[in-house]
Nanobody, 127 residues
């Protein structure tokens, strides 16, 4: 079965950076799109970024575009989220997700084509 294990969360000051990792197992990693989502306290889960199977295609939420970068290493079965210029409003539990196919979906799907989820890692940005 699919397992997604996030790591790299922690406490960081506003303006700082952090890199999250997600190690995947259970399916052929390079055959599936991957994504990152987050859920802040008292709020619903929201989309952060997705990446296609090859890493060529990416898509970001407006709130993180230009500050966050999603990338993957198919040889290591790992997807990353590099976060720069962190803000207090980035504080959330960050979840890794794996898609149902090679590409993500940006139309008519709140989950962007993701169908497996990790347990999350907490990122706290102090102001």
């Amino acid at each position: 079965q699919v397992q997604l294990v996030e790591s790299g969360g922690g406490l960081v000051q506003a303006g700082g950076s952090l890199r999250l990792s997600c190690a995947a197992s259970g399916r052929t990693f390079s055959s599936y799109a991957m994504g990152w989502f987050r859920q802040a306290p008292g709020k619903e889960r929201e989309f952060v970024a997705v990446i296609s199977w090859s890493g060529v295609n990416t898509y970001y939420a407006d709130s993180v575009r230009g500050r966050f970068t999603i990338y993957r290493d198919n040889a290591k079965n790992t997807v990353y989220l590099q976060m720069y210029s962190l803000k207090a409003e980035d504080t959330a539990v960050y979840y890794c997700a794996q898609g149902s196919g090679r590409y993500y979906s940006v139309i008519g799907d709140n989950d962007y084509g993701m169908d497996f989820w990790g347990k999350g890692t907490l990122v706290t940005v102090s102001s």
